[in-house]
């Protein structure tokens, strides 16, 4: 959702900042592993030894590096691996992330309903993007969108974390859940859309 409505303003700020760094040499390909590298380790790090704040704080900064790494693609012009790569490196951090904030629930926190949350939360953002993935490779064109999809997703959740780490109470148990219940409702979404999309496509 946050695609529709903010693409553009982020674009203004983003763009010429991902030219300067193709000016200066660094490719798109190379800061999507520097985010991806990044925020796979500090959330590994972090969240399962109970440091949520530190956790919360060093994914997003890596996490931002993925809006640069689009800015340079634009500006150097994109490739096909690039964009797999881009997708690939996305799936690993969602992954970790969620995987991690699953760990601090049931080993730190000892919270199993959190816990399964993010589990849920971990599978659902998975098969959201392999929906997408599996439709446009089978020239379905209604698969994206939905009303949530990574951007709010990392939202969600690392606020939840953020929260938790300033002391506030069960604040990454009440976002891994509404973030659940989101995400099944943006795969019934898209799978909606696909299976209108194969409708239209009948003879």
């Not at 996490?63 to 693609?73: K, R």
């Amino acid at each position: 959702m946050l695609n529709i409505f903010a693409r553009a303003s982020v674009s203004r700020v983003t763009d010429p900042i991902g030219a300067a760094l193709v000016r200066a040499g660094l490719t798109p390909n190379a800061m999507t592993l520097i985010g991806t590298a990044g925020a796979f380790v500090c959330a590994l790090v972090f969240f399962p030894a109970g440091m949520l704040l530190a956790g919360t704080f060093t994914v997003w900064g890596f996490v931002m590096l993925d809006l640069l790494d689009g800015a340079m693609a634009r500006a150097r012009g994109s490739t096909p691996f690039g964009a797999v790569l881009d997708a690939t490196c996305d799936r690993l951090v969602d992954g970790a992330l969620f995987a991690s904030i699953a760990w601090w629930a049931f080993v730190v926190e000892g919270n199993e309903r959190a816990a399964t949350a993010a589990l849920i939360c971990l599978v659902l953002a998975q098969v959201i993007s392999y929906v997408k993935a599996r439709a446009e490779a089978s020239g379905f064109t209604t698969a994206d969108g939905g009303l949530i999809e990574r951007a709010e997703r990392l939202i969600i959740a690392l606020v939840g974390t953020g929260l938790q780490g300033l002391s506030v109470p069960h604040a990454v148990e009440v976002s891994q859940w509404l973030l659940a219940v989101l995400s099944a409702v943006t795969l019934l979404q898209r799978i909606l859309g696909v299976a209108r999309s194969a409708r239209e496509a009948r003879p």
